[in-house]
Nanobody, 124 residues
């Protein structure tokens, strides 16, 4: 069974940057399409970005507006989310997820495995 370990969250000032990482164990990451979601307290989890098995296709939520970049290094079994120009409203717990079958990558139901989440805090 694949296990995902999210890391890289922290406190950053508005306008700053963070790079989240998601390391996989127990499986080969290249077998999975990958996504990032985020969730604020009391709210539903929302889609942020996704990347295909090979990395050739990427997908982003509208609110990203070119500020975030998802990438993957299958040799390192790791997926990244580079977040620039962070805003206070980006403060959430961010989760990576792995999808074996792909499908609608913006939907939670498409994913088979989830990381434990990493907290991002953005001060204004």
């Amino acid at each position: 069974q694949v296990q995902l370990l999210d890391a890289g969250g922290g406190l950053v000032q508005a306008g700053g940057s963070l790079r989240l990482s998601c390391a996989a164990s127990g499986g080969t990451l290249s077998s999975y399409a990958m996504g990032w979601f985020r969730q604020a307290p009391g709210k539903e989890r929302e889609f942020v970005a996704a990347i295909s098995w090979s990395g050739g296709n990427t997908y982003y939520a509208d609110f990203v507006e070119g500020r975030f970049t998802i990438s993957r290094d299958n040799n390192k079994n790791t997926v990244y989310l580079q977040m620039n120009s962070l805003k206070p409203e980006d403060a959430d717990v961010y989760y990576c997820a792995a999808s074996f079958t792909g499908g609608l990558m913006h939907q939670e139901a498409s994913y088979d495995y989830w990381g434990q989440g990493t907290q991002v805090t953005v001060s204004s």
